[in-house]
């Protein structure tokens, strides 16, 4: 049985910094490809992150620069570092394996002042 759990969301600033983290069970974590979803109130999902198997990241447009993908194969997790928060960067988080629909539940992540 496949298991994301999504963790580290909470209240912060406006500037502030939160780190999510995302462990996965259930599979072979170090040959997926993990990434980080949100989804705002009334807005479609979005893709914000991606880190490939070996390492490889991409990152949406709107977080570039001030958001980092990384993972810990030996903890089988996947985290987002988040610096420089916006009150636009307010969503519901979740994580996801990139080619199989295995779905986190989400972590709410609230940036205001």
């Known amino acids: 049985q496949v298991q994301l759990v999504e963790s580290g969301g909470g209240l912060v600033q406006p500037g502030g910094s939160l780190r999510l983290s995302c462990a996965a069970s259930g599979i072979i974590f170090r040959i997926y490809a993990m990434a980080w979803y949100r989804q705002a109130t009334g807005k479609q999902r979005e893709l914000v992150a991606a880190i490939g198997s070996a390492g490889i990241t991409n990152y949406a447009d709107s977080v570039k620069g001030r958001f980092t993908i990384s993972r810990d194969n030996s903890k089988n997790t996947v985290y987002l570092q988040m610096n420089s928060l916006k009150p636009e960067d307010t969503a519901v988080y979740y994580c996801?394996?990139?080619?199989?629909?295995?779905w986190g539940q989400g972590t709410q992540v609230t940036v205001s002042s």
């Open positions: 996801k394996t990139v080619n199989f629909e295995y």
